[in-house]
């Protein structure tokens, strides 16, 4: 009797296994529909991985939105979920839906396992059925050419939804700030499309590998998926980013007599007023404290706090350096290249007013006439003489001007008939110190 309960045992065992053969499974969720929070990766998770989390990968390698993977698993029927990031999200099921088993409160989807191969039909993102697509959607176009540096007349928005038509879609800019605009209305679920001007005479250069582009057949292009109406982001000519100009920011607190404090920020728009995003430096220990930043508009208004918010300046409304929206004054500049900045005083639209020098007495440098339509005088006498060094500088920082006299007077005309309308500046430098002192040149 031992002998044929032995038998019949394996015999069981052998029948159990056979009941659990292995089988490649193909799991495919089409993620075109999700509207949740961004996600890198999806996953499938089940029964037949002790729900791990990120065992198995899903991969999306032609970019269509539709992720999958084959799993090999030996079992006669599994539960299983998508997810998101390993368990970061996850699909909500709803009990009782065709595809789906509810365990201990738990509802998943479920399937049988026949012992073959097969490719599990591909699934919407919480859904048992296919995706419902969109048949249209609006979609605009933004490309911003501030930085473009050819001669060009009309851009235009070439991709597959259109056969890669050099004219077809021209692009607009009714406000003349270089960055051109068009809405269109398409059926794609996704595009790969680039900006070119005047009919393929020029057209982007995207690079290979960057996050906006996707790479076919050796051409690298601008790539997106579409779910609904959309408007893209406004980025710079073939960049996957905004254009940006980098400002650098000056501030002198030499003449400051508040509270001590420990950093200087720049605070702005720009940056949200976020408080210690952007802080300043002073490395030569000068009292002057600066900041080099990326910036994506054209204008901006912006203030000097110290250690975060704990201080800032308050600046007098209407003065030449400032702007008041909504109640708040602001230091305010309108830019369209890379700008330095002449550093000015802490709560002032000028330089700090130079101290120490017992020979050279500010108010002895004058400027005239002041406004000028073209020609400005300088004038300022001396103690004794002085090789004095003259430079004129736009509100960029950029030296427009420079000359070294002899004298124990300065007498000097500068011709500014060739620059635009604007706010200058006159540095005059002898060997007790430097005055600097404002003009403005109207055209």
Known sequence: MKKLYSFLSIGLLSLSAIGQSTQDVTFKVDMNNYTGNAFTGVFVNGTFNGWCGSCNALTDADKDGVWEGTVNIKADSIEYKFTLDGWTGQEALTAGTTCTK????????FMYLSGKNVTVATVCWNSCGACTKVTSKSVTFNCNMKQYTKTFTDVFVAGTFNNWSGDANKMTDPDGDKIYSTTLTLTDDSIEYKFEVDNWKDDEKMTAGTPCVKT???YTNRFVKLTGNKTLDNVCWASCDAC???????VDMKNYKGAAFTSVYVNGNFNGWCGSCNVMTDADKDGIWEAKLPIAVDSIEYKFTLDGWTGQETLTAGSKCTKTTSGFT????????PTVLTAVCYESCDA????????????SLNLYPNPTQGFINLSMGLTQKETVSVVVYNVQGVKLYSKTLTGAAVNETIDMTANSAGVYMVSVTTSKGTIRKEFVLNK
């Open 102 to 109: 509810t365990t201990s409160g738990f509802t998943n989807r």
């Open 216 to 218: 076919t057949g050796g």
């Open 244 to 250: 940006t100009n980098d400002v650098t920011f000056k």
């Open 330 to 337: 602001n230091r305010f500049l309108k830019f369209t290249t």
């Open 352 to 363: 700090c007013a130079t101290t120490g020098l017992n020979n050279v007495n500010i108010a």
